[in-house]
């Protein structure tokens, strides 16, 4: 069973970072690409990072672009964000996601980063 | 980028009627497009992908058409776990993008 679970959100300040993980679990991290998409409140979903297999290759979304890095470590079957001046506007809930450059096909629960002073 | 519109925002309908949500393309992509269902709390399900494949476990009464820029998700004989959010999403071109959504009422 694909299991997919992030960890790292709360409270931070504007201007603060924060580095989400995801463990994956229940198939071969390292033969797919992996996403971040994040859901504001009130909001629909955003597709905010993707990255490939190896690691040599990453997206953002303009939005994220020079504050946010994505990156994998594939023999612990983990995957990071790591967020840096961060704004309200980044405050939502951020999932992991199976795939990239295609469809997602499995999701985590999510974990809420909050960006308020 | 690939802007994707969806409508209409809000649909209201009754227990075993028929759903027939639209999703735009600004450009051809093809068929490469995917649907999500999202419910309150939880997290996006993959519904259809290649426009008109249902992912695994999907019932049948979900179906999807369209190519090119004109897409759309039918939900047949709705059934009271069907009210939810809806999204398409768009993978033809980098950046990924998402439709607004269209949330499917009682």
């Known amino acids: 069973e694909v299991q997919l679970l992030e960890s790292g959100g709360g409270l931070v300040q504007p201007g603060g970072s924060l580095r989400l993980s995801c463990a994956a679990s229940g198939f071969t991290f390292n033969s797919y690409a992996m996403s971040w998409v994040r859901r504001a409140p009130g909001k629909g979903l955003e597709w905010v990072s993707s990255?490939?297999?190896?690691?040599?290759?990453?997206y953002f979304a303009d939005s994220v672009k020079g504050r946010f890095t994505i990156s994998r470590d594939n023999p612990k079957n983990t995957l990071y964000l790591q967020m840096k001046n961060l704004r309200a506007e980044d405050t939502a809930v951020y999932y992991c996601?199976?795939?990239?450059?295609?469809?997602?096909?499995?999701w985590g629960q999510g974990t809420l980063v909050t960006v308020s002073s | 980028e690939m802007v994707m519109t969806q409508s209409p925002a809000t649909l209201s309908v009754s227990p075993g009627e028929s759903a027939t949500l639209s999703c735009r393309a600004s450009?051809?992509?093809?068929?490469?497009l995917a649907w999500y269902q999202q419910k309150v709390g939880q997290p996006p399900r993959l519904l259809m992908y290649g426009a008109s494949t249902r992912a695994t476990g999907i019932p049948d009464r979900f179906s999807g058409s369209g190519s090119g820029t004109e897409f759309t998700l039918t939900i047949n004989s709705l059934q009271s776990e069907d009210f939810a959010d809806y999204y398409c999403q768009q993978y033809d071109i980098w950046p990924l993008t998402f439709g607004g959504g269209t949330r499917v009422e009682v």
């Open positions: 450009q051809s992509i093809s068929s490469n």
């Open positions: 996601a199976k795939g990239g450059g295609m469809d997602f096909d499995y």
């Open positions: 990255i490939s297999t190896t690691g040599g290759k990453t």
